[in-house]
């Protein structure tokens, strides 16, 4: 089998360690050098400098979790070309699994070209989805919170969901921090409720005629403090992303022009799929990897070039 790659290595991630195996070709002669090496920022630079050393042009390592990341950023400060695999395509063969056998085998499949690479975006595009996954999950944290608040409301037989489209809208929060503060009575709460609610002042009044304990009261109060921390914490991101976002604002701006894409959906899908759709032949293969079309679709585009595979790490 024809060699492409004569002078390259494997590497075996983990995360406190990884094990690099270079397979260095002369001609027809083969010579495997293998070294662990710690996955700090030193011994991540003692790696490149090993490479170097061993005159390797290309490095592979597999896509998982996380801990393939800070090996990536540091060796792409280097002269190597990166691959990174997935890790289901390189299985070895079955037997006894080792570090060093892992990494040799890796190499090996390298050096003959055999090795699939996944997309790896560039740095802009991976802080914009670094951010965006963490706003999804702050929203989501948000969203426990206001159900929890909302079943302790319940617990207290305060119909308020009855009443109120948005409990956490302006008369919904004035009526639990007056809760929180003590008050009790039904007509005074009722009376903090906006003029724009369309129950009758006897409708909210009944509703809120329940029986709150001190316990329900610290609950409550627990709940919304939680909640106006990640809505903070959601604002700072926001901006984050706005201050992000040069790179992609055109990208955004013409994405959000179709109708029902908002400003956030846009920023959200250059996040996810970037803005280089040369990497996906067809629509369909777009689809596919995004999860949107059938399995038969997906089985179609199986087949893809090697880069409409994407690898973010979250």
């Not at 039904?186 to 329940?210: F, M, N, Q, T, W």
């Amino acid at each position: 089998m024809e060699v492409l790659y004569p002078r390259c290595a494997g590497l075996e991630v983990h995360k406190a360690t990884v094990v690099a195996s270079a397979r260095l070709a002369t001609g027809r002669e083969v010579v495997v050098e293998v070294r662990p090496f710690a996955t700090t920022t030193a011994g991540l630079l003692l790696l490149s400098a090993w490479l170097a050393e061993c005159g390797c042009t290309h490095v592979a390592m597999e896509a998982t979790g996380v801990s393939w990341k800070p090996v990536w950023h540091i060796l792409a400060d280097g002269e190597v070309t990166l691959v990174l695999a997935n890790a289901a395509h390189v299985q070895n063969v079955p037997g006894r699994k080792t570090d060093v056998a892992d990494a040799t085998w890796l190499a090996e499949l390298l050096a003959h070209g055999l090795v699939r690479p996944s997309f790896v975006p560039d740095a802009p595009t991976q802080a914009l989805h670094a951010l965006l996954r963490t706003r999804k999950q702050l929203v989501r944290e948000r969203a426990g919170h206001v159900q929890r608040l909302q079943k302790t409301l319940e617990d207290a037989d305060l119909k308020l969901t009855s009443v109120l489209s948005n409990v956490m809208g302006m008369s919904g929060r004035a009526i639990i921090e007056a809760l929180i503060a003590g008050e009790s009575d039904p007509a005074i709460l009722a009376a903090l409720a906006h003029r724009s609610v369309k129950a009758p002042p006897e409708k909210l009044a009944e509703a809120l005629r329940g029986r709150v304990t001190p316990q329900h009261r610290f609950l409550l109060r627990l709940h919304l403090r939680q909640i106006d921390a990640l809505e903070a914490a959601i604002t700072d991101i926001d901006q984050e992303v706005e201050a992000e976002l040069g790179p992609f604002r055109a990208a955004v701006r013409l994405l959000s022009s179709i109708p029902g894409v908002s400003t956030l959906s846009a920023e959200v899908i250059v996040a996810e799929i970037g803005t280089a759709m040369r990497r996906f032949p067809t629509a369909g293969h777009l689809l596919s990897w995004a999860g949107l079309c059938r399995a038969t679709t997906r089985a179609r585009a199986s087949a893809a070039p090697p880069a409409c595979a994407e690898v973010h790490g979250g």
